[in-house]
């Protein structure tokens, strides 16, 4: 693996990626249209590009791909409930845009694409933990367009011999995540209440429970999985930590002051079995929440 790409290398755990990557002294071109992804995230050692999957030219994206060896695809619009409000604009960036990148793939005669999925496709499951054979009920636009990308992954693995691998990642924090706007997670937005002096919002009871998985932990997965020496075919596996909290306890990890009001339609738990990720990519995850919570709170000055 010298020279790759990464899709959304701007992004919260795209950037974290790129980084690593050039750690690893191998080349790095960046494809970001910055709509959700931030430019001082951008490794200045990396070549930035700034396009957009769904409206650049086939023979534009051909050209980018010609000497990369592996791409790894993180660009996408995320969180459930702006797709459940918006659900047109969500399905051109994580549906569209990823077909654009597999067929530009194959055409340029990339190695290996590694799709960065997602757990919410499980949806509102009673089994616990969620293995990757489990029946798909996402609850979500978001949820469904993930999986419809790994369905294209698989497809394009069966009908065209390019190489894929998805990456079900279950609810990532760590450095560089966002604490603003819809893109927010539970993490970040309760940071930012702590900063603001605010009580920290829960919707429903704040009984459900997630499984929290370090951003340093996704990266190596991805790297693992570009560097599999025999062929993925599509395989999928989950990117858990294999323990959840409950987002009361995730409150208590912070500290502030809890203010319980929105209802919202939301899987009750989620839980990871990575079993399959340990035994065949060697991966291990080491992320502790609570401990990086009060390393963050340091940092933050709260």
């Not at 086939?58 to 980018?64: A, E, F, T």
């Not at 998805?166 to 927010?184: D, K, P, Q």
């Not at 599999?228 to 009361?248: A, D, E, Q």
């Amino acid at each position: 693996m010298k020279k790759v790409l990464v899709t959304g290398g701007a992004g919260f755990i795209g950037s974290n990626l790129v980084d690593e990557l050039v750690n690893q002294k191998i080349e790095v071109v960046i494809i970001d249209n910055l709509s959700t992804g931030n430019r001082d995230n951008i490794n200045k050692q990396a070549t930035f590009l700034e396009h957009d999957l769904c409206s650049i030219s086939s023979s534009r994206l051909k050209d980018i791909l010609e000497d990369i060896d592996v791409v790894f695809h993180l660009a996408a619009l995320a969180r459930v409930q702006p797709s459940i409000d918006d659900p047109l604009p969500y399905n051109e960036a994580n549906v569209t845009a990823t077909l654009n990148l597999l067929h530009a793939c194959c055409r340029a005669n990339v190695k290996r694409l590694v799709y960065s999925a997602s757990s919410s496709c499980y949806g509102n499951t009673n089994k616990v933990p969620q293995k990757e054979d489990d029946p798909i009920n996402p609850l979500s636009p978001y949820g469904l367009q993930k999986y419809i990308g790994e369905q294209y992954c698989k497809l394009f693995s069966d009908i065209y011999n390019l190489d894929t691998v998805s990456l079900r990642y279950f609810n990532v924090y760590g450095e560089r995540m966002s604490l603003e706007g819809a893109y927010c997670l539970v993490t970040g937005i309760f940071a930012r209440q702590m900063q603001a002096g605010s009580p920290l919002t829960i919707t429903n009871d704040g009984n459900q429970k997630r499984d929290f998985t370090y951003v340093g932990d996704v990266v190596q997965a991805n790297i693992l999985a570009a560097k599999y020496s025999h062929k993925l075919n599509g395989h999928v596996f989950n990117i858990g930590n294999g323990n959840n909290v409950s987002i009361n306890q995730v409150a208590d990890m912070f500290g502030g002051i809890k203010k319980y009001g929105e209802k919202r339609l939301e899987p009750f738990e989620t839980l990871a079995e990575n079993s399959k990720a340990k035994n065949i990519l060697n991966w291990e995850p080491k992320g502790d929440l609570s401990k990086w919570i009060k390393q963050y709170k340091i940092e933050l000055g709260i």
